[in-house]
């Protein structure tokens, strides 16, 4: 079983849909990633997290660190926001980051 | 705007051939890494390094090596490829808890 998980694993939707995605992990984190992966495949980094919520433009990123849960949500979604987001954990005293499997999010115009 | 560049993007390359995938940082992290991803899945740490004259393997085995001259640079190798190697290979520095990660070469090998 992954350490990491995410949900849905693909997800299509209507331009200007609020879009959330998920992800779980079982382990105690010292900071949680959340990784945008374009087609060809270089990887951005959208937000580090270690405790509540954080914004940037349309992304917003919650953690309940209690519920070991994140969430990631788009608002007015648009299709070049079409691509697979990626949460990572990193351990207490342990930069390498823990991966999950991405979530593959498609918005149709 | 890049602070950590691979070279090169996509490589295709015959079995047998020795390849050197380049990964460069320029914000002075101590901390590099390489991952890889085959297509569909999860990245897995293969190599990383915590400064100059520090290599360790990652959690995935592989046949690679890498090495850590100058904190700026960390290329991977591959004495022999194989085309088992087939796969996309992700360079990352970080510092603190704070990532930058490389474009990616794409690497075939037939």
């Known amino acids: 079983k992954n350490e990491v998980e995410q949900s849905p694993q693909n997800l299509t939707a209507q331009e200007g849909e609020f879009i959330t995605i998920n992800c779980s992990y079982s382990?105690?984190?010292?900071?949680l990633h959340w990784l945008q992966q374009h087609p060809g495949g270089g990887i951005v980094s959208l937000f580090m997290?270690?405790?509540g919520k954080k914004k940037h433009g349309r992304l917003i990123a919650t953690i309940n660190i209690q519920e070991k849960h994140s969430s990631l949500h788009i608002t007015a979604s648009h299709p070049r926001d079409s691509a697979v987001y990626i949460c990572?954990?990193?351990?207490?005293?342990?930069?390498?980051?823990?991966f999950g499997t991405g979530t593959r999010l498609t918005i149709i115009p | 705007e890049a602070d950590i560049y691979q070279t090169p993007r996509y490589l295709v390359i015959g079995t047998g051939k020795k390849i050197t995938l380049e990964c460069s940082q320029t914000?002075?992290?101590?901390?590099m890494y390489w991952y890889q991803q085959d297509p569909g899945m999860e990245l897995h740490l293969i190599h990383y390094?915590?400064?100059?004259?520090?290599?360790e393997k990652g959690d995935l085995s592989s046949e690679s090596t890498v090495s850590r001259i100058r904190t700026e640079h960390f290329p991977l190798t591959l004495e022999s490829a194989r085309p088992s190697h087939t796969s996309q290979y992700l360079c990352?520095?970080?510092?603190?808890?704070?990532?930058?990660f490389g474009s990616g070469t794409r690497l075939t090998v037939v």
């Open positions: 990352a520095s970080s510092h603190g808890y704070g990532y930058t």
């Open positions: 382990v105690g984190i010292s900071a």
């Open positions: 997290l270690s405790s």
């Open positions: 990572a954990v990193g351990l207490f005293g342990n930069e390498k980051l823990t």
């Open positions: 914000m002075g992290h101590d901390k």
């Open positions: 390094s915590y400064g100059v004259n520090s290599t």
